[in-house]
């Protein structure tokens, strides 16, 4: 028998350290070459995830522990799966400083009825939008106003430090954190909103967005995907507790207590695994959660009368054009995609023109036309110069243009797909579509466009939002005592109006600026902008101007498509270039409107066409039969006279050759 | 590659000429008289054809698309073109036979000058025809494509024919009024 004494136990003791050491190294080499690249099936058919939940420590979750903690999708998914490349996705990497801001976007809209606000939020720092940090919204309350309709990631993971998120897909991201550091936020508590894949990638009725938004609601960020998933049931909020709560000495703060989670054990298998009902590709349903819309303008029309998007009809999904890699940098599908996207033909063949027309000359056999089976369109009659002045959206997608365009709501705007009593067609934030506006290559494209409503403060020239709590402070008692005037002009308490949102009098924003301006330093101005006008105290009346703060920020819209049948110029030139065609002199007004009057602009203004030119044209149209019945008529008189002109050549010739024979037998 | 070919055939087209002046210059038969009207379309049609030109070339030459205001333009000189072309074609036609015999003064168009008439006429009917088929609903892209293609280059060739005709009919002139000169000096001088 071998004593510790021994010699040999040593020489053993020591190989077992170094086999031990070498084997600790191996599973940690393992486990970081598996986050860097990820585990593959390589097969069509979607893998089976019976899997291990992990919380976010790392450590397996038996669902029968009741003391077992909310599962962690990043440590789940990211066994397998590279989640550090997923999280800088496009959905997901708006507020690292170093990703693209691409083409400008839907933005969050912050509404707040109580101070007549809507204001365009963006982390990507598209021109017309305000960064969240400009209206005091940390990285905490972005998540919280707008993460019902985010999959978590980006923000959700906390304040970035020098570029890199508090928390992140890593250990060491978590231990570097120190909650008590970031005193506006209660990521201490609430958890950080990791970025949950099954929000997408769960299979049909497999997830729970509203449960999401309600955790979320309930600020229990770290406890939103496991409810949301349906593993457990979630108990209790984290909005009640104080600051100060830590949560490893919850007994030093009487009567907090952090959410109770119930896993349903019937969902472990025997091996301790859950299974995860997993689509590769999701489904059109699922991306409409965040990017629905609702037309609720007067021209619009009811539910049932609504075509869907001609693709979706033909039986494809919207990941079938927006498709990605690990890296889940989205194809977003525009003209122009390809000359920033390091995939280049690759993105190219997924835009409208790339699919259906090709690219010629292109050495990419999916840049041939046609992919997939799409219809090449013929485009029969119209000018190829249309091609070069507007996008294929232009006439192809969004509703049908009206004289005046029509007010929409949208997922990320009004938290479509969240069952609500109280929704009203003139609910705010107040978006219209569709705007035909040129784009950053001057092509002429439908876009949404909001009017931002802010109270702000002006420095010279310069105008910026006054943050949110502010504003809050000094003009929500205001706005709120003083009756505003209803639409058929009797006196109405805000209430009465759609979540509140009663138009402002001049003598609300003047009460409301005297009490702004109180808190402003010398040379800064308290000025509210709405309705397409800047609103500031001239004396003690309010006057409005025009500003470039007070311009409308719009984005493009690319969906409904419709066919060729149901675009523009189906039934001829005339559906665009009518002098009273919606396409040019449709009217956009400006909402809310200013008390000061309504600002309404045609589209032609906002496309920057010469009204005259503009006129010229749509009077040239008007004579464009009897140019092509004149024209064709001169071409016939002179194919005539081209022809006796031959036939007289032709006389001449022969007249010629015989004059010499004449002349002989004479 | 279309702007080099402009410039490059006006180019030529202008040093042939030269050419021509100093090498046969003043041999030319006198043109018979042109009424007032006749002069005035063919005014028109010289004027129609310079101002769709230039809109038409001031765009290309610079590297951009025809549009806005210079396609207003090239649009109103060609319902002008259109009109005064057919009408000049009409009018002249028969004085441009090739089998078109003199007058008693022994005056007619040259043969060159017949040529380059009928190939304005030829061109002229193109570039009408290229620019009404596109708005029938009848060409797709691609023949859109072409027919674009074909009204620059028979544009081209519109100016081309235009601009010999004219310098032709210059000599010829030129030469009538010498001739006349001489008649009514030898009138005097008897």
């Given at each position: ?101 691409g083409r400008p976007g839907e933005p969050w809209i912050l509404t707040d009825p109580a101070t ?327 092509k002429i494209e439908p876009h949404r466009m909001m009017w931002p409503t802010y109270w702000g ?210 | ?40 379309i063919y005014l028109l049609v010289l004027l129609s054809t310079l101002l769709a030109a230039a ?136």
């Open positions: 028998m071998m004593t510790v004494d021994h010699p040999t136990y040593y020489v053993a003791a020591s190989a077992m350290r170094v086999f031990r050491l070498a084997m600790a190294c191996m599973v940690v080499f393992w486990t970081a070459s598996v986050q860097a690249q990820g585990i593959f099936s390589h097969s069509r058919s979607t893998y089976p995830h019976w899997i291990n939940l992990m919380d976010e420590d790392g450590q397996v979750i038996n669902l029968r522990d009741r003391e077992a903690r909310p599962y962690s999708p990043t440590r789940t998914c990211g066994r397998c799966h590279n989640v550090d490349a997923i999280n800088h996705g496009w959905h997901f990497n708006a507020n690292f400083g170093t990703a693209e801001a007549r606000t809507q204001l365009p939020l963006s982390y990507r720092k598209w021109p017309g939008t305000f960064h969240p940090d400009e209206v005091g919204m940390d990285e905490w309350h972005f998540i919280r106003q707008f993460a019902r309709h985010m999959s978590g990631g980006g923000p959700g993971y906390g304040p970035r430090k020098d570029g890199k998120a508090t928390a992140g897909t890593s250990n060491t991201d978590k231990e570097e954190d120190d909650p008590l550091a970031t005193p506006e936020g209660r990521w201490h508590i609430s958890g950080y909103l990791e970025n949950d894949c099954m929000m997408c990638h769960a299979g049909p009725g497999a997830y729970d967005v509203t449960e999401w938004a309600r955790q979320v609601q309930n600020e229990n960020f770290k406890w939103a995907p496991t409810a949301a998933v349906g593993l457990g049931r979630v108990v209790g909020d984290t909005r009640r507790i104080p600051n100060d709560f830590d949560p490893e000495f919850p007994e030093f703060t009487p009567g907090a207590q952090l959410p109770q989670l119930q896993y349903d054990a019937s969902k472990q298998n025997a091996d301790n695994r859950v299974f995860f009902d997993i689509v590769r590709k999701p489904a059109a349903e699922r991306c409409y959660y965040c990017h629905s819309t609702h037309e609720t303008g007067e021209q619009s029309l009811p539910r049932w009368q609504r075509d869907p998007d001609v693709h979706v009809m033909q039986g494809m999904n919207c990941a079938d054009c927006h498709r990605h890699g690990i890296d889940h940098n989205m194809v977003r599908g525009f003209e122009g995609e390809a000359a920033i996207s390091p995939h280049g033909s690759a993105v190219a063949a997924l835009s409208c023109a790339g699919c259906h027309t090709g690219v010629q000359g292109s050495d990419n056999p999916q840049l041939f036309g046609g992919r997939l089976g799409a219809p090449i369109p013929e485009h029969k009659g119209i000018p190829p110069l249309h091609f070069e002045s507007l996008t294929c959206t232009a006439c192809h997608s969004g509703p049908w243009p009206q004289p005046s365009s029509q007010t929409v709501q949208t997922s990320l705007a009004h938290a479509l797909g969240q069952s609500d009593e109280h929704r009203h067609p003139a609910d705010p934030p107040h978006i219209t579509q569709p705007v035909f506006v040129r784009n950053a290559a001057g403060v002006m420095t010279g020239d310069q105008v910026k939002p006054l943050p949110i709590e502010q504003v809050q402070k000094a003009v929500t008692r205001v706005l709120r005592q003083q009756p505003a005037e209803s639409a058929e002009g009797e006196k109405a308490r805000p209430e009465s109006f759609p979540r509140g949102w009663a138009p402002v009098t001049k003598e609300q924003i003047a009460a409301a600026l005297t009490a702004l301006q109180k808190g402003l330093e010398e040379g800064q101005i308290a000025v509210y902008v709405t309705g397409g006008r800047l609103h500031k105290l001239d004396g003690e009346t309010v006057t409005a101007i025009e500003h470039t703060a007070a311009e409308p920020y719009s984005w493009p819209l690319a969906h409904d498509v419709r066919p060729a049948n149901q675009a523009l110029g189906a039934r001829g030139c005339m559906d665009c270039h009518a002098p009273d065609s919606p396409f040019i002199a449709g009217l956009v007004a400006a909402q809310p409107i200013s008390p000061n009057g309504e600002v309404i602009r045609r589209m032609h203004e906002l496309q920057n066409i010469d009204p005259v030119l503009w006129e010229a044209w749509a009077r040239g149209f008007g004579m464009r039969n009897a140019f092509k019945i004149v024209g064709f008529a001169a071409a016939g008189l002179i194919g005539l006279v081209l022809l006796w002109l031959i036939m007289q050549a032709f006389s001449a010739i022969h007249l010629k050759r015989r004059k010499p024979v004449a002349e002989l037998r004479a | 590659m279309y702007a080099t070919v402009v410039f490059f055939s006006i180019v030529a087209t202008l040093v042939l000429m030269g050419v021509h002046l100093a090498l046969r210059g003043g041999r030319e038969r006198p043109a018979p008289p042109v009424g007032v009207v006749s002069r005035l809109s038409a070339w001031g765009p290309i030459l610079r590297g951009q698309t025809m549009r806005g205001w210079a396609l207003l333009a090239h649009s109103s000189a060609a319902g002008l073109l259109i009109v005064s072309l057919t009408s000049l074609v009409a009018i002249w036609a028969g004085g441009c036979r090739i089998a078109a015999e003199p007058d008693d003064r022994g005056r007619a168009f040259t043969l060159g000058t017949r040529l380059a008439f009928t190939l304005a006429a030829v061109a002229g009917l193109l570039v009408i025809l290229s620019a009404l088929l596109p708005m029938t609903p009848l060409f797709g892209t691609h023949e859109q494509e072409l027919l674009i293609q074909t009204h620059r280059y028979a544009g081209l060739g519109l100016v081309l024919a235009l601009m010999v005709h004219r310098y032709l009919l210059w000599l010829a002139q030129r030469r009538s009024r010498a001739t006349k000169g001489a008649v009514q000096h030898e009138a005097t001088t008897a």
